[in-house]
Structure formats: C-alpha cells, structure tokens
C-alpha cells in the first residue's frame, strides 16, 4: 500500500508560479507510473502530467505544455510539478497518483493510489 501526500497548493495571481510536491509513504516497488490530475468544480478530472519512474519521458497535456513541468527525486519517493505562468483556468483541486502499469493521461480510473488533493487558486 503506498500513501501519496500532496502539499504546496495555494493562492496566485495570474503569470505566478507554483510547485506542488506529491510525498510518497515509501519507495512504491512496482509502479510504473506517476501523474499529476486535476479537477475543477464542475468539471472531470483530467490528466495534467505523467512521468515514467524508471525512464521518464514526462508527457504534458496540450493545455500545460511548456508551461508545467513534472519531475522526481532519484529516491523516487518525491514527485513535483512545477506550475509557471499560471492562469485562471489552471484553477483547480490537483492530486498526485500513481500506476502499476504504464502511463494514461485519460484514464483517471486506471491508477492504483491517490492522494488527498492540494487547492489551486489562480486569480485574473
């Protein structure tokens, strides 16, 4: 069982930037793959980043590209998502979650862990 803690939400203006850490109770033996999701009222959730744990290969949702950035510590026990030129559609509750098999970006549903969630708030 592998707990996933999320941490360095927050209130911006618009343009700011933000890091959004995701904390692993323990090195995750046999996961795959790490992502960042997000949900805004209303609205599903959907797929922000993912990031390989063994290779890599970050992969950005169009809405984010250039902007966002998803790494992890060689401990692979710490993931990030370094959030730049925010806007208010960036908005959002962001969670951290984890997969056994490979990354999917549109399948919410298919990962294996969650964390609790860390508000975003990004003002015009």
């Known amino acids: 069982q592998v707990q996933l803690v999320e941490s360095g939400g927050g209130s911006v203006q618009a343009g700011g930037s933000l890091r959004l850490s995701c904390a692993a109770s323990?090195?995750?033996?046999?996961?795959?793959?790490m992502a960042w999701f997000r949900q805004a009222p209303g609205k599903e959730r959907e797929g922000v980043a993912t990031l390989y744990t063994e290779v890599g290969s970050p992969y950005y949702a169009d809405s984010v590209k250039g902007r966002f950035t998803i790494s992890q510590d060689n401990a692979k026990t710490t993931m990030w998502l370094q959030m730049n030129s925010l806007k208010p559609e960036d908005t959002a509750m962001y969670y951290c979650?984890?997969?056994?098999?490979?990354?999917?970006?549109?399948?919410?549903?298919?990962?294996?862990?969650w964390g609790q969630g860390t508000q975003v708030t990004v003002s015009s």
């Open positions: 323990t090195y995750a033996y046999g996961i795959e793959c």
């Open positions: 979650a984890a997969r056994y098999l490979s990354c999917d970006l549109g399948q919410p549903l298919k990962y294996d862990y």
